[in-house]
């Protein structure tokens, strides 16, 4: 009877062995994938972090350029005042003259 016993608990540890065998593996390779996915996470973090300062400094680019051109709009309404001017004071000149 002893051996009969022995023989159902044989039986039986190996067929625990049989399935924490695979489930053992499965474990492994979820850990492993897991991994990557991890990795890549990280990855996109870096890269969204990359994204925000990029976006960032062209916004400070891009204000910096606008306020470079108003200038250069204001110093051109300037010039063309003055071009306006001095036009209708020839104009004024010539019409005395004649």
Do not use: H, N, W
């Amino acid at each position: 009877m002893g051996s009969l016993v022995d023989g159902v608990l044989l039986v039986a540890l190996v067929a625990t062995s049989a399935c924490v065998v695979p489930m053992y593996l499965k474990l492994k390779r979820l850990d492993r994938t897991q991994a990557e996915y991890g990795a890549a996470v990280a990855a996109s973090g870096v890269a969204l972090t990359q994204a925000g300062e990029a976006v960032r400094s062209f916004k400070e680019e891009g204000r910096e350029v606008l306020d470079a051109l108003s200038l250069k709009i204001e110093e051109a309404r300037a010039v063309l005042d003055a071009l306006e001017a001095s036009r209708a004071a020839l104009v004024a000149a010539r019409s005395e003259t004649a």
